[in-house]
């Protein structure tokens, strides 16, 4: 099976702040890779699909990014309702994997 | 709106059966591979088993296999998983999702599953 390894598993950040996340496959998985954002008691919303893709309707500052087998999903201007827990998500082969979560907080 | 329903959770003690359902609409059920994924209390995403568009393929996380069966009814657009055997680690709650290419969307709300004696 393939590991998603994702970092860090918290970050305290301000309104306005930029935020990083990153995830590392370990093996190839091309650019077969997706975000999701999970909101307390909520089920996970898909942000971005094949590594870069945003999802029809996501604001334009979430964006992600590849390089080898590192993804970084990116949050430019971190506003209020972006204080969720983020997930990455290999769809290169069955089963499909996530990372363990990267839960975004307010400083 | 493309929308998935899940229902038939609860409690159960250990060594019992739950089945969940889960109804789709708003889009060619028919169409698209399926998936269970689920989430214990305070943890992460664990994806647990995936059908195809006819049923014809099946795949299961290994913490499930011989004790879990997920099926479908393309006529009705239910998505069905069966759950024997059931351990205190199934304690979760399951999502039912659409397969994409690539991705998973939507999920649906969620149904707590509950092993406890």
């Known amino acids: 099976d393939i590991q998603m390894t994702q970092s860090p598993s918290s970050v305290s950040a301000s309104v306005g702040d930029r935020v990083t996340i990153t995830c590392r496959a370990s093996?190839?998985?091309?650019?077969?890779l997706a975000w999701y954002q999970q909101k307390p008691g909520k089920a996970p919303k898909l942000l971005i699909y094949?590594?870069?893709s945003l999802q029809s309707g996501v604001p334009s500052r979430f964006s992600g990014s590849a390089s080898g087998t590192d993804f970084t999903l990116t949050i430019s201007s971190l506003q209020p309702e972006d204080f969720a827990t983020y997930y990455c998500q290999q769809a290169k082969s069955f089963p499909w994997t996530f990372g363990q979560g990267t839960k975004v907080e307010i400083k | 709106d493309v929308q998935l329903v899940e229902s038939g959770g609860g409690l159960v003690q250990p060594g019992g059966s739950l089945r969940l359902s889960c109804v789709a609409s708003?889009?060619?059920?028919?169409?698209?591979?399926m998936s269970w994924v689920r989430q214990a209390p305070g943890k992460g995403l664990e994806w647990v088993a995936n059908?195809?568009?006819?049923?014809?393929?099946?795949y299961y996380v290994d913490s499930v296999k011989g004790r879990f069966t997920i099926s479908r009814d393309n006529a009705k657009n239910l998505l069905y998983l069966q759950m024997n055997s059931l351990r205190a680690e199934d304690t979760a709650v399951y999502y039912c999702?659409?397969?994409?290419?690539?991705?998973?969307?939507?999920w649906g709300q969620g149904t707590l599953v509950t092993v406890s004696s």
């Open positions: 059908i195809k568009q006819d049923g014809s393929e099946k």
């Open positions: 093996q190839g998985i091309s650019s077969w």
């Open positions: 094949a590594a870069s």
């Open positions: 708003g889009f060619t059920f028919s169409s698209y591979w």
């Open positions: 999702a659409r397969l994409m290419v690539g991705k998973i969307d939507p």
